[in-house]
């Protein structure tokens, strides 16, 4: 088992910043790519942002893409999504999310919520105008 934990979320004005933790533990030799996927309400979870662990290779969403910097701690063990000019359409609950499987150089451009095995309980970000 893989355990993701969320951290950060709060309430921001508009053109403000957050940083979003997530502390991965258990198993976790195998969760090659994690990512931070959001969901608003009435709408589908989408995908935000990918990371290859072992080097550090990301892939964006383009709502993410120049604002949004995913990054993994030198322990591996902490997951975290640094968000800057944040706008009200960013609010929604933001979700950690760990794939259990592929190989430690695979592709880093998994963007279904199905591509992923294990999910945090989530953190509400809300960016008011």
């Known amino acids: 088992q893989v355990h993701l934990v969320e951290s950060g979320g709060g309430l921001v004005q508009a053109g403000g910043s957050l940083r979003l933790s997530c502390d991965v533990s258990?198993?976790?030799?195998?969760?090659?790519?994690m990512g931070w996927f959001r969901q608003a309400p009435g709408k589908e979870r989408e995908f935000v942002a990918s990371?290859?662990?072992?080097?550090?290779?990301?892939y964006y969403a383009d709502s993410a893409k120049g604002r949004f910097t995913i990054s993994r701690a030198s322990a591996l063990n902490t997951i975290t999504l640094q968000m800057n000019s944040l706008k009200p359409e960013d609010t929604a609950v933001y979700y950690c999310a760990a794939r259990n499987e592929g190989s430690i150089w695979g592709p880093v451009r998994w963007v279904r919520p199905s591509d992923y095995t294990y999910w945090g309980q989530g953190t509400q970000v809300t960016v008011s105008s």
């Open positions: 990371i290859r662990r072992s080097d550090g290779s990301t």
């Open positions: 258990g198993r976790t030799f195998s969760t090659y790519v």
